[in-house]
């Protein structure tokens, strides 16, 4: 009996990769292995899929949650690159899966991955491979024909006339063999949509967090909403600016966190954190009133002269009140802020489920 494990992410590469496997006559059984970490997390969308198209499918799920560090790739005091993430995290999701193929016996790994995609070229496919010693039993059916034949093909499992030469400029050619093969052609869960390492700004950010020290995994996830100050070394000034918004941050305030908000006017909810016993008296003060500035001036209020606002530190039951001038305009504190500004993970949300 030959089996295959196909790394699924949901987006309609890994499902085409998928099917085009399943469909093969010498291929007795398929697993389906999704991996979630803390920067692609929508499982319960790609769980639905999985569902809905191979009903009768093993689907298992693994976290790479405490391997962040090892999927951004992102050397110390270096910078963040798409490409270098891109093959640190594939590396680490192949090396994953091939523990769990030798633990359900399966005969070969299958990935939805094409030439080209995040700058990866075949070379640096094969050099993937090879650096894990899994170059013989590592299929990528899309993009098969431009890379070396592997087992599965030397040992007619999976027929390469079958196969594609599809690169990440064959947009058009994926969707028309999704369809030929009986899958819905939408991509909500394409990786420009899904992961945040894709986002433009996001690696920024991340390089500045990972050169503070023993920053949590609540840390990263402020990294999510767009507005996101900073004044060095250790303040950090998060607003949330609708509804939406303001639920997801309300469950990462830590007791230290202060609370900043307007009482009377429309605005955001803010949260600040840093290290307030190394503070002076003077220095709160400071970071308070900058807080509250920089909260007025993203509020309905910024025309005024001076508005009124709320504070308190979590783990206190008062509430006090200040009042704060607006800046000029957001462009006035642009230097504060973590630029440039990614799309919200929290506000602007996947397409909604097929």
């Known amino acids: 009996m030959v089996r295959a494990l196909s790394l699924f992410s949901g987006s309609l590469a890994s499902r085409v990769a998928a099917r085009l496997v399943e469909r093969s006559p010498g291929v007795d059984e398929v697993f389906l292995l999704h991996f979630r970490s803390p920067f692609f997390e929508e499982y319960e969308g790609i769980r639905e899929i999985a569902k809905r198209e191979w009903p009768g499918l093993s689907f298992r799920t693994q976290s790479l949650k405490k391997d962040y560090r090892r999927l951004a790739n992102i050397p110390p005091g270096g910078c963040f690159s798409l490409k270098r993430s891109c093959q640190g995290c594939r590396r680490l999701m192949l090396a994953r899966a091939v523990r769990y193929m030798r633990r359900i016996q399966a005969d070969f790994l299958v990935t939805g991955e094409v030439v080209g995609e995040h700058g990866l070229s075949a070379a640096d496919m094969e050099r993937a491979a090879n650096a894990l010693g899994i170059q013989d039993i590592l299929l990528r059916p899309l993009s098969a024909r431009l890379l070396p034949p592997t087992r599965a093909e030397e040992a007619g499992w999976v027929d390469r006339r079958l196969l594609g030469d599809l690169t990440t400029q064959d947009t058009r050619e994926l969707v028309e063999v999704a369809r030929g093969l009986g899958l819905d052609a939408s991509d ?67 007791p230290r966190d202060l609370r900043v908000y307007l009482p009377i006017h429309r605005g955001p909810m803010t949260l600040v954190r840093t290290d307030w016993d190394t503070k002076s008296a ?53 230097d504060f802020c973590l630029t440039p500004n990614p799309p919200s993970a929290v506000s602007a949300r996947l397409p909604a489920r097929p």
């Open 188 to 254: 909500p869960m394409s990786s420009g949509l899904r992961c945040r390492l894709t986002y433009p700004g996001f690696g920024r950010r991340l390089e500045i967090l990972f050169e503070e020290e023993g920053f949590t995994m609540n840390a990263l996830r402020l990294l999510d909403f767009r507005l996101y100050y900073k004044r060095l070394p250790d303040v950090n000034i998060v607003l949330a600016m609708d509804e939406e918004e303001k639920r997801a941050l309300q469950n990462y305030f830590l």
């Open 282 to 334: 003077a220095e709160v003060r400071a970071i308070i009133e900058l807080a509250g500035r920089i909260t007025v001036t993203h509020s309905e209020a910024i025309r005024l002269a001076s508005v009124p606002i709320n504070y308190r530190f979590e783990s206190d039951d008062e509430t006090l009140q200040s009042n704060a001038l607006p800046f000029g305009s957001v462009d006035d504190i642009a």
